[in-house]
């Protein structure tokens, strides 16, 4: 959701029991609107927030121009400072390292952002010995560069990641492809009626789609593949991992993972309003196939 609208968005997710507090919602909009100004954005947008022992992390993204069709997140994030970073990107190997700790994956974040992986607070780090001096001349073998020292911000790239991955629910229609090939929001997009936004085949990823059928639609020049081009909820596996329900006002409906417990989503039937954001600690529930 934009920043301008976290009290709004609030206000549509609370059913589902956490919410921002009066000090973090003043302090967030302060620090997004410094990081769109910094930036020289358009638009700044709340992800969520993740729990930690001492300290929680704040997450945002911008939206940029990819490669490809559908525009590339910039992740950033912040504790009780407000003072935003960018979060870092990790290549495959990296993010193989961090997925190695298993005895970090399902623990809570401890809030202490450079805290080395394997280690506890207040453990001392042996500093690592300087490698020899590289061998002179022309057939030198290059030395490979030093493996990246993984800390709790590495680890949280990595969780926002897979829960980016599998979340990112909006309503189906929201956003098409414009005559340049490139996702945008559908300017004649006016809402769901509340019977459609209950059917989970109405939510959609807004991320690359993986489907066979829908990567076909995404290539494809006609008009009418234009606003079906992005990976239904109701095909995620396991089968169940998401609710809908109609909030208590009754104008509208939020939406709730199962995986990923602490996401939801939300639309105010019959208008362009939508949005949804992550609170929650990191958790995924591995089990819940068994559960279902």
């Known amino acids: 959701m934009e920043f301008q609208d976290i009290e709004f968005g609030m206000e549509h997710i609370a059913t589902h029991g956490k919410v921002l507090n009066i000090h973090e919602t003043t302090r967030l909009k302060a620090g997004l609107a410094k990081l769109k100004v910094f930036e020289g954005a358009s638009s700044v947008f709340f992800w969520g927030k993740i729990f930690g022992a001492t300290e929680s992390y704040y997450i945002a993204y911008l939206l940029t121009d990819g490669d490809f069709e559908f525009p590339s997140k910039k992740f950033y994030w912040s504790n009780s400072s407000f003072e935003f970073a960018e979060l870092p990107v990790l290549s495959e190997n990296d993010t193989g390292r961090v997925l190695s700790f298993y005895d970090e994956i399902d623990a809570p974040f401890t809030g202490v952002p450079d805290r080395r992986l394997g280690t506890k607070p207040g453990d001392e780090v042996e500093e690592e010995e300087p490698p020899p001096p590289e061998e002179e001349g022309e057939d030198a073998p290059p030395r490979p560069p030093p493996p990246l020292k993984l800390t709790e911000v590495h680890r949280l790239s990595v969780v926002v990641s897979q829960i980016e991955k599998d979340t990112a629910a909006v309503p189906r229609g929201a956003y098409r492809l414009d005559e340049g090939h490139k996702v945008n929001p559908a300017f004649a997009f006016r809402g769901l009626m509340q019977k459609e936004a209950l059917k989970l085949s109405s939510w959609v990823h807004f991320r690359p789609p ?83």
Do not use: E
């Open 210 to 292: 993986t489907n066979v059928d829908k990567l076909r639609a995404l290539t494809n020049d006609n008009v009418q593949f234009h606003s079906d081009f992005m990976d239904p909820i109701d095909l995620d596996l396991p089968g169940g991992s998401w609710c809908v329900r109609t909030n208590s006002a009754g104008d509208g409906v939020y939406l709730r993972s199962l995986l990923w417990p602490g996401y939801a989503a939300f639309h105010v039937a019959q208008s362009r309003y939508f949005g949804g954001c992550y609170l929650g600690n990191g958790d995924k529930r591995r089990d819940l196939p068994f559960l279902l």
